[in-house]
């Protein structure tokens, strides 16, 4: 082969030829550090999680964020009768709303598969997500961790209401936590 062949050749893919540069030096991988802040809530807001039970439902949760095939990380989790709190390092291979869809989805059937309540057992349509940074975790896992002595001084509501304000998430207060008529 001739210089001019091989000159040519490689001319032609210049723009493959960069793009191999580019990936190689400069962006090999990806990086994040993800941190959410889940909460959502039993259908009509009805206290049927059980504490009987609700370590099982952790688990089950637990094993929903942890060894899907996205190998995010539950950092914390926590429950009233009424709503769940989960924080969790998240990787970006999957969307948040893919996620929650998953953990609600599969933790009802659980629930429903257990006979766990009379009837059946739903969750609310929807949830909060909030992110926080690395410094913030603890104080998160923390709140978590003592939702009982929360909610002696404060109702679910006013809570989610607080976190959507102190996120300053724009909604409209007649349809937050209310059911559709």
Known sequence: MFWSDFFCFEFLNFPVLLSKIFNRFIMANTYTQIHIHAVFAVQNRLSLIQSQWKEELYQYITGIIDNNKHKHKLLQIGCMPDHVHVFFGMRPTQSISDLMQDIKGSSSSWINKRQLVRGK???????????????????????IKYQENHHKKRTFEEEYLEFLKLFEIEYDERYVLKNPK
């Not at 609310?124 to 690395?134: D, L, M, V």
């Open 121 to 143: 057992f739903s969750w609310q349509e929807g949830y909060g997500a909030f992110s926080y940074g690395k410094s913030q975790i603890n104080d998160v896992v923390q709140y």
